[in-house]
């Protein structure tokens, strides 16, 4: 069995076969019959796992699992306790409503990576770093989520996916380990 650990970069596709403009999985990945267990968006980076094992890809991956995921949210703005309030609540994004979850308020992670390119920058509008940490995955629901509460997301990273975590496996963007060798 395979389980691999890959610090996805910005703007990587989270697939293996060819995309038209960006890079892929397979940019970075060569090794036979692994599948990513669970998806990031292009514009999101961070923790992917990556398995040759159907019952642990589907274990990670399936909703009813609910695996816990953490993120890191870098925002527009620095959060009120009444955002961070609203964040940690169900919130009504139109076609779903978000289960509660764990929301804080933190430092800028120092063992945290440049992003390239870098993030936009406004010389009159602070940003703040989040930790956030859900039971579910919804397609770009994290951002969805801050944007709702007017703190919109400069940047978005997966550090953790259950006892997974770049913390206690730091990797640059595009480097990997297979924890099951």
């Excluded at 398995?51 to 925002?75: F, N, R």
Aim: aromatic share 6%; net charge neutral; hydrophobic share 40%.
């Amino acid at each position: 069995m395979k389980l691999i650990l890959f610090n996805k970069p910005f703007q990587v596709m989270s697939q293996f076969s060819a995309h038209e403009t960006r890079p892929t999985l397979a940019d970075y990945l060569t090794i036979a019959g692994i599948y990513p267990a669970g998806r990031l968006d292009a514009d999101s980076e961070g923790l992917m796992l990556l398995t040759d094992d159907g019952q642990l890809q589907h274990k990670i991956s399936h909703p009813d699992h609910k695996e816990a995921k953490t993120y890191l949210v870098q925002v527009e703005g620095i959060p009120s306790p009444k955002q961070l309030q609203q964040l940690r609540a169900p919130i009504n994004l139109g076609d779903f409503v978000t289960q509660p979850c764990q929301v804080q308020h933190i430092q800028t992670p120092d063992w945290l990576w440049e992003r390239q390119p870098p993030i936009r920058e406004r010389a009159d509008i602070p940003t703040s770093w989040l930790a956030i940490t859900l039971k579910e995955g919804k397609n770009r629901q994290v951002r969805r989520m801050t944007a709702t509460v007017q703190l919109p997301t400069l940047r978005l990273i997966r550090s953790a996916i259950g006892p997974y975590s770049l913390a206690s496996h730091p990797l640059l963007p595009g480097e990997w380990i297979d924890l099951a060798a």
